[in-house]
């Protein structure tokens, strides 16, 4: 079974882009993973493209726009963990020895196609009266305060790293940082959540370019950095089951990754974690054993998860500074998480980080199993 | 890299299934196949799971349905090609030696939520002004009736063949024979197409169980089938290429299918093939180069492809007879490939065949490169 390696990236700047297709968004994002691994069209030999909204054959029409013709090419859907699963099922096709070279592409034009809160599925009865994303986190925010005994303000935190870190990110959809104060007077969106605790509809495209390592070495490339694990798994969201501050999805998986890598949770130096909302990024770190359970509020309020504390977490500016085109976010996390392996992050570096996780969940937020959660690893 | 066996399958009646729900008929389907396959619930590591139209984490609540709990889930859609692709992904998982045994689904209700041809893409203007489905394929049977001197009436033999064969099918759409007059004086949808020739808006689902060669010696299952050689590629509509009739893209898959399976088109016995339309099944047919450019249609009028015929193409029914709900055709074809090579198809039996082959494809009707082929080859 063959290691695989992320030789090159590409991401389009995330926010509004009223006059741009998704097919030209992902295009974008595949001809500058090419350039950076140093490859060309020829090279690519199957992609797995992510996305939730975009329609039939979305990867399809992206490669075609970005020059690849006739390759085999899956179009994957996972909620927003579509584009990490993308990864996940391309890394298998090296790891099977179909392929040495492919590639996975994140996708989503969402501000011309969200159907999603707005206006839930009709099927959906719990979202209808009121479970929604926001409701659903929102009632976790609330139980996490009583149990740890954290304030709303401690929790905005969260926000107030993320946007700053995404101030320094060129590709951010925000990139404007917000002071505590102007989360606390934001729109309160389901209590305590307010606007600025919450991730933006973006649109964006972010792509890798995998590679096997028997084929590394013909391209001699020492930026490529290794994907020591992939896991996906499904599950529920944690309402109604026995404590919702604690994430057993999130937990399962990143306990598979753990076990593929071969490398424990104390090992990790960074974080890429699924911020939908400014509670949620707690909920992931805890979940995945990073920190203990509870402690992650009042650590971020500490700096501790900022770009040099002793964690950083979200350092790219996570979903809610960086932005959140569903399809493309869980390749974007891995993008940065390249990015800082590099020592290529610039203003936003964080110092000589040797192993990075990435983590992505999302789904239907009704009662059954609708949730997939990924976890990635990436070793320098 | 070991080899890959379908050890168990189950699908639902293919029709109209107002009162069911797609996870429904997933779930129905993935209970048959896991009893066929004489595999538990826990004995499921992974799936992938083909849809087109049926929304977010369609995969993870079919499996939820079933009663399958915390997998790894990836939805795929490659339009008529995702039950096809969703095999493709899963037989890599085995191939990449990451799973042993898997599921892969194909599920539609396409008559609740068919959003094709009756109200084509607004930012595609080739299906606005006419190049939807039926009119490409109309096109591509007006071209090869000129170029090969048959008639409306003899390709209508492929529609009068496949429900002749349906009727035979406890499963299928339609249970009823009809004559080449009643095709004849069926409603005209695209000249000469007429209403029979075309495939039906149907709703289910299909599974297949899936195992590596080294776990099946666990199960000691003679029933087990191999699936020798799974290939996806991806091209464009022929309309506007040089010939309309000469399918590159199905020549393309079939061509790295034999490859892969180290089997030529002269050894396969018989095939399921995606007769969206009467005259695509002899454009795919001829396109994987088991008869010769321009014979089909006449050799179906001497009856060389019904089931006691040196050829027999679509002893299922086919999508014309069995039925098309589209996530689910490509799973449906290799469900009929085992029947056949187990000797379990009853009244539609084929004598000994040794090798299958089946064929998919579907995509975007505009000219981009929108269109998902997939070859699926299963030895005895």
Redesign the interface.
Known sequence: ?DDVYVLGIGMTPFGRHPDR?A?DLGSEAIGLALKDAGVSRKDIE?AWVGH?YQ????G??A???AGL???????????CSSGS?AI??AA??I????YDVVLALGVEHLSSMFRGALAP?P?DIEAQIGLTMPGIYAMRAQRYMLQYGVTPSDIAHIAVKNKKNAAMNPLSHFKKPVTLEEVAAGRLIADPLRLHECAPISDGAAAVVLISRSKLSQYGSNRAIRLAAT?????RTEVGLVDMTVED?TW?TAEAAYAQAGIGPEEIDFAEVHDCFSIAEALRVEGMGLIPHGEYVSRVVKGEMDIDGTFPVNASGGLLGKGHPLGATGVAQVVELVRQLRGDAKERQIKSPKVGIAHCRG??AQG?????CTVNILVK
Not at 95 to 98: E, L, Q, V
Request: glycine share 12%.
């Open positions: 079974m297709s097919a199957a939730v329609g039939m054959a979305m399809q029409r490669l075609y726009a013709s006739g390759l085999p090419i899956a179009n994957v859907e996972n909620a699963t996940w099922d298998m096709s790891r099977a020895g179909a599925d099927t896991s996906l798994r499904s599950g999805l399962r789904g239907k059954v199993e609708g949730t997939a």
